[in-house]
């Protein structure tokens, strides 16, 4: 048996330790935002949180995240409170086919969290790994700043409290 945090709430399962994360998130438990792309962990669609950090799920074995905080993209906001960039990408049109969106996302996030204020660089250095085959890049970037943008806005109103 296997136990971990799944989107905040304690989970178990019994599937095979070799199983790639993604399968068990998918499968086992019914959270389908995060997709299989390459199998490869080299285009970012099965990406989540594992301890806040991103990882590629479909080349993870369920074994490596025992006991460790694991977040879809299902856990990083809801229609009732969307994140900073769940709502950047509805504000800037992100998404065309939308495929590769719950990575993008999950990466982003990642990265905001670290650094709430990156450069252009810094963001094309976090998100290099994740592919869109839309070329959604530009509009990824411009949400991405208007995230941080409301992420340095929240921490100075934290401060102000």
């Given at each position: ?47 989540m ?109 934290g401060?102000?409290?």
């Open positions: 048996m296997i136990e971990f945090s799944l989107n905040g709430e304690s989970v178990r399962t019994d599937v095979d330790p070799n199983t790639p994360l993604l399968w068990v998130v998918r499968d086992v438990f019914g959270l389908t935002g995060s997709k299989f792309g390459c199998g490869a962990g080299l285009c970012g669609a099965c990406t949180h594992v301890d806040d950090t991103a990882q590629r799920t479909c080349i993870l074995p369920l074994s490596a995240v025992a006991g460790k905080r694991i977040t879809t993209i299902e856990g990083l906001g809801d229609l009732d409170n969307l994140h900073p960039l769940q709502q950047a990408w509805i504000d800037h049109s992100v998404p065309q086919c939308g495929y590769c969106q719950s990575g993008q996302l999950m990466s982003a996030a990642a990265l905001l969290d670290q650094n709430p204020n990156p450069t252009l660089t810094q963001i094309d250095q976090a998100m290099s790994g994740n592919i869109c085959r839309c070329g959604t890049y530009p509009r990824i970037k411009r949400a991405i700043l208007a995230a941080a943008l409301a992420y340095d806005a929240t921490a100075k109103e401060a102000q409290v």
